[in-house]
């Protein structure tokens, strides 16, 4: 059995003739947390749905602690915990309700203690018995955050996992992750935010047109790409950042 | 660490528990669903010596079926791949047709439901009595009825994949369904429009709801409707199944 949390080998997608994907491999270690950074459809959200079991890829391997998506689909999906970019629940339901509906999904015993526990930890308490489509947009987000830990599983995706927090909610989600990271969990997370993959992350990724194009430590991200044309032109303030090392290496042309 | 996966009954039976609940909180439509068909009964009271207590009956429910195939179970299904509620559901350890079985179990508690609603209606003001055989036959072909309207349902969200179109497009075929369907069985549209409608959709469901509440007027061209109301339920929910897609991206 591989020592890794998460092992993509040699992915490819396509979709009809564009190939979105193209041969991305990388790795999750128990204990890291793992950045996915590109522009806009550089295929982050492609490559994260084969590893969440949502499509299926043309070639490649995926392995998620142990199990092979492509032969143990439930296997897999029980050991992941996922926050899809835009997760919604039924508007009619209660945060207490939809929690109920994900622990009995998951097999997890919802005990009296573990309801609060998941309330006071998300700070939902005073939402329980909120319908889901009442809740603002972050409590929304921190119903979704709370369903992805909920049967404490050994890998966690998210994909975007900080948009619409406030930045008290972002930093107590930060805090929960490296928490999560010292418990030996593996958490892959895609993210617009440089500050957020600089702060969080123990490796990143950069994904363009489908590739990989670097992959190392945040530091050495930015020291090995500092004296590159592209990169210096993009910095702004003198001092090289993980943001100008991504625009200097994926060009400043907005992606749709 | 070993990796806990839940009995597939006890997720399908906490799946249920959610989708009921949304009904219940959805419950003005599902009054609207039941009372359509029991108002249009009511307002046939002087005819239904002319066409018949059965008659009556059949056409109500057959009203009723077409508004939870089309109305409810389709405008669901397109609401949540909408917002992304099945996708959240199926990166979870559970077989996807869970979700699907779960819906239409909520959509079999309806058809129940409208049948009952039909026959009480009709049993405590019009006074129509079928025999005990009758009303259990009667549910039966109103489940068989029902898969063709649910069919077509996940037909039109197989084909088509905004909420709002799948919502004007299923309010247009309900329409078009119960006007031709009621007026052309009448004779109203002609004698060309009738024997059309006895084949359609509407016309075998109905034809199949009335002989089974008169299980002694069962003919040969009624088994012929039951195998061609059997015929449309496979091939619209095949059509459904195969260009069903979980995302609308």
């Known amino acids: 059995m591989s020592d890794f949390i998460l092992d993509v080998d040699n992915l490819n997608i ?67 915990g996922v926050q899809l970019q835009s997760t919604n629940f039924q508007p009619e339901l209660t945060v207490t309700e939809i ?15 573990k309801l609060e526990t998941i309330l006071r930890d998300n700070n939902l308490q005073e939402s329980r018995d909120k319908k889901f489509g009442q809740l603002s947009g972050g409590q929304q987000q921190r119903v979704s ?10 890998l966690l995706l998210l994909d975007e996992p900080t948009t619409g927090l406030d930045p008290q909610s972002r930093r107590q989600l930060w805090e929960r992750m490296e ?3 010292e418990k030996g969990h593996g958490i892959l997370l895609t993210t617009h935010s440089m500050e957020e993959a600089e702060a969080v992350c123990d490796r990143i990724a950069i994904i363009d047109h489908g590739k990989i194009i670097a992959i190392n430590e945040p530091q050495v991200l930015i020291d090995s790409h500092r004296n590159d044309p592209e990169v210096i032109a993009a910095s702004r303030k003198g001092k090289i950042t993980l943001e100008d090392v991504f625009i200097g290496l994926t060009g400043r042309a907005v992606r749709v | 660490m070993e990796t806990n996966i839940p009995k597939t009954s006890a997720v399908l039976s906490t799946l249920l528990r959610a989708d009921l609940k949304t009904q219940w909180r959805n419950r003005r439509s599902v009054v609207l669903t039941l009372l359509i068909p029991v108002i249009i009964l009511l307002s046939w009271k002087g ?24 109305m409810g179970y389709s405008n669901s299904v397109a609401r949540d791949r909408d917002k992304g509620i099945f996708q959240r559901l199926r990166v979870a350890p559970l077989p996807a047709w869970c979700i699907i079985m779960s819906r239409l179990l909520v959509q079999l508690l309806m058809i129940l439901l409208v049948t009952t609603a039909v026959f009480f209606a009709g049993y405590y ?6 025999p005990g055989q009758g009303y259990a036959l009667a549910f039966l072909a109103a489940i068989a009825g029902g898969a063709v309207y649910l069919g077509i349902g996940q037909m039109i969200v197989g084909l088509i994949k905004n909420p709002e179109t799948v919502n004007s497009t299923t309010r247009l075929v309900y329409f078009a369904f119960i006007m031709v369907g009621m007026l052309g069985q009448f004779g109203i549209l002609g004698d060309e429009v009738k024997k059309m409608v006895i084949w359609s959709p509407y016309g075998t469901v109905q034809s199949i709801l009335s002989a089974s509440m008169e299980p002694a007027k069962w003919t040969a061209t009624t088994t012929e409707a039951l195998l061609v109301t059997i015929s449309y339920a496979i091939i619209f929910s095949m059509i459904g199944i195969r260009k069903f897609q979980w995302s609308n991206k």
């Open chain 1, 145 to 154: 955050l709370s369903l992805c830990v909920i049967h404490n599983p050994k």
């Open chain 1, 14 to 80: 396509y979709y009809g003739n564009f190939q979105a994907v193209k041969n991305v491999s990388f790795h999750v270690k128990p204990g890291e947390i793992f950045g996915l950074l590109g522009p806009n459809g550089a295929g982050k959200t492609s490559t994260l749905s084969a590893v969440e079991g949502l499509l299926k890829p043309q070639s490649g391997n995926i392995v998620v602690a142990g199990y092979n998506i492509k032969d143990k689909p439930l296997y897999a999906k029980a050991t992941m």
């Open chain 2, 125 to 130: 003001f019009d006074k129509i009595t079928i």
């Open chain 2, 47 to 70: 005819i239904i010596e002319q066409v018949g207590g059965a008659f009556a009956l059949a056409s109500c429910i057959t009203i009723g079926l077409t508004a939870i195939g089309l």
């Open chain 1, 179 to 181: 928490a999560m990271r």
């Open chain 1, 99 to 113: 929690i109920q509906l994900f622990a009995g999904i998951y097999g997890v015993e919802l005990t009296r203690e």
